[in-house]
């Protein structure tokens, strides 16, 4: 008799882990497809207003293809996305890049002038 009861207790405890095992996969399945939605919707936007996505804490950038196909691996959770990712368009981000650069430029020629003008002695590298 003990070892009837036994067996079925097992039995119950087994088909319970097993629910809670289904139950578990299920949440994790619907939280995956959420995510999932989410980027879609986000590349999607990017698409629309044709632009980029820029990742600051990386510095990195991202077309809505690579974002898809990348950005899912590291940041679970629509909202966590949102607060990290910033819709940039990347021309305008090179062409002040490239005005920043050259205006660098033309201070370290008019530092070099200035020093040949005073003769003093200009460091090479």
Request: avoid cysteine.
């Given at each position: 008799?003990?070892?009837?009861?036994?067996?079925?207790?097992?039995?119950?405890?087994i088909?319970?882990q097993?629910?809670?095992?289904?139950?578990?996969?299920?949440?994790?399945?619907?939280?995956d497809?959420?995510?999932?939605?989410?980027?879609l919707r986000?590349?999607?936007?990017?698409?629309?207003?044709?632009?980029?996505l820029?990742?600051?804490?990386?510095?990195?950038?991202?077309?809505?293809?690579e974002f898809?196909?990348?950005?899912?691996?590291?940041?679970?959770?629509?909202?966590?996305?949102?607060?990290?990712?910033?819709?940039?368009?990347?021309?305008?981000?090179?062409?002040?890049?490239?005005?920043?650069?050259?205006?660098?430029a033309?201070?370290?020629?008019?530092?070099e002038?200035?020093?040949?003008?005073?003769?003093?002695?200009?460091?090479?590298?």
């Open positions: 008799m003990a070892g009837n009861y036994r067996r079925e207790r097992k039995h119950d405890d088909e319970a097993q629910r809670e095992q289904d139950l578990a996969y299920r949440r994790k399945h619907e939280e497809k959420y995510i999932r939605e989410s980027y986000i590349a999607e936007e990017a698409r629309a207003q044709g632009v980029w820029y990742d600051p804490a990386d510095r990195s950038w991202y077309n809505p293809n898809i196909a990348t950005f899912k691996w590291y940041i679970a959770g629509h909202e966590k996305v949102m607060e990290r990712i910033q819709f940039k368009d990347p021309k305008l981000t090179l062409e002040k890049a490239h005005k920043a650069l050259w205006e660098f033309e201070r370290i020629i008019n530092y002038r200035e020093a040949r003008e005073t003769k003093q002695p200009v460091k090479k590298a």
